[in-house]
């Protein structure tokens, strides 16, 4: 998941039991493979019910790693147990995007009305034990600054892997493979989300540089979105957002508070 792809180790959250005791096998099964049953699906039928309803289409960009990684290994200097992730750093960049492009502000409610928040929340996608997955949201998470935003991502994403469940309003979710090597993915949107981005682990790929060709190291944004709030033309423009904001990434530096008078 999203929140472990640059991690070099998670926490993992307490063990449960996905699956019941095996059945005895009949007279004539003995000899055969044995059978489970009462295996819990991997999406609960509340996601599938939700799911009949997305049109969903999917694109792909890459974007340059080079001003993350840089951002990590300076913040890394000075605080080195502390430092804030790439993982971090990418949620950040898709924030100020969808500062952006209000159609990724939305949400698609059960009745299929579309409704946009000024104010929005962002979603993290959190692998847990036992091949399930769950989501922490940032809540409001344009109104946080630079030290806000690393402090709710944190939490957020303890309390999430630890069992905390939070209400789900978020129109983007992140997620990603990348502890896997997964360099690109489609992913599913939930409903009331708009849209998910898988983000790819870091690779080299040979990019246009005028009229040359070079090597460099990226990552694959592949965004999934839900057709009946948003075309591809809006999507693609987010998406490049997104790339500007990850390619063009600083530290931010601390707000200047007005003098008293």
Same mark, same amino acid.
């Given at each position: 998941?999203?929140?472990?792809?640059?991690?070099?180790?998670?926490?993992?959250?307490?063990?449960?039991?996905?699956?019941?005791?095996?059945?005895?096998?009949?007279?004539?099964?003995?000899? $055969?493979?044995? /059978?489970?049953?009462?295996?819990?699906? =991997?999406?609960?039928?509340?996601?599938? /019910?939700?799911?009949? $309803?997305?049109?969903?289409?999917?694109?792909?960009?890459?974007?340059?790693?080079?001003?993350?990684?840089?951002?990590?290994?300076?913040?890394?200097?000075?605080?080195?147990?502390?430092?804030?992730?790439?993982?971090?750093?990418?949620?950040?960049?898709?924030?100020?995007?969808?500062?952006?492009?209000?159609?990724? /502000?939305?949400?698609?409610?059960?009745?299929?009305?579309?409704?946009?928040?000024?104010?929005?929340?962002?979603?993290?996608?959190?692998?847990?034990?036992?091949?399930?997955?769950?989501?922490?949201?940032?809540?409001?998470?344009?109104?946080?600054?630079?030290?806000?935003?690393?402090?709710?991502?944190?939490?957020?994403? =303890?309390?999430?892997?630890?069992? /905390?469940?939070?209400?789900?309003?978020?129109?983007?979710?992140?997620?990603?493979?990348?502890?896997?090597?997964?360099?690109?993915?489609?992913?599913?949107?939930?409903?009331?989300?708009?849209?998910?981005?898988?983000?790819?682990?870091?690779?080299?790929?040979?990019?246009?540089?005028?009229?040359?060709?070079?090597?460099?190291?990226?990552?694959?944004?592949?965004?999934?979105?839900?057709?009946?709030?948003?075309?591809?033309?809006? =999507?693609?423009?987010? =998406?490049?957002?997104?790339?500007?904001?990850?390619?063009?990434?600083?530290?931010?530096?601390?707000?200047?508070?007005?003098?008293?008078?």
């Amino acid at each position: 998941a999203f929140a472990e792809q640059f991690d070099a180790a998670a926490k993992e959250s307490p063990k449960t039991e996905t699956e019941a005791a095996v059945s005895a096998p009949a007279p004539g099964d003995r000899g $055969r493979h044995v /059978r489970h049953y009462n295996i819990e699906p =991997a999406l609960s039928p509340t996601i599938t /019910r939700k799911l009949n $309803r997305v049109i969903a289409a999917n694109l792909q960009i890459d974007a340059r790693w080079e001003a993350i990684q840089q951002a990590r290994q300076a913040v890394k200097k000075t605080d080195r147990e502390q430092a804030p992730s790439p993982s971090l750093m990418i949620a950040w960049a898709v924030v100020r995007a969808m500062e952006k492009y209000a159609p990724f /502000r939305r949400l698609i409610l059960e009745d299929d009305q579309i409704v946009q928040n000024d104010d929005f929340d962002l979603g993290i996608a959190v692998a847990l034990e036992g091949d399930r997955l769950a989501t922490a949201v940032i809540t409001t998470a344009n109104q946080k600054s630079w030290p806000e935003f690393i402090g709710a991502f944190n939490e957020t994403v =303890a309390a999430t892997r630890a069992g /905390r469940v939070d209400a789900m309003n978020a129109p983007v979710v992140i997620t990603s493979l990348g502890a896997f090597e997964v360099k690109a993915g489609a992913p599913i949107v939930v409903p009331p989300s708009v849209a998910t981005l898988f983000v790819g682990t870091a690779h080299h790929e040979l990019i246009s540089n005028k009229n040359n060709n070079e090597s460099a190291e990226v990552i694959t944004l592949s965004l999934t979105f839900d057709h009946r709030v948003v075309n591809g033309a809006g =999507a693609a423009a987010f =998406a490049n957002e997104i790339k500007n904001q990850i390619e063009a990434f600083k530290i931010p530096k601390p707000e200047k508070r007005a003098a008293s008078l």
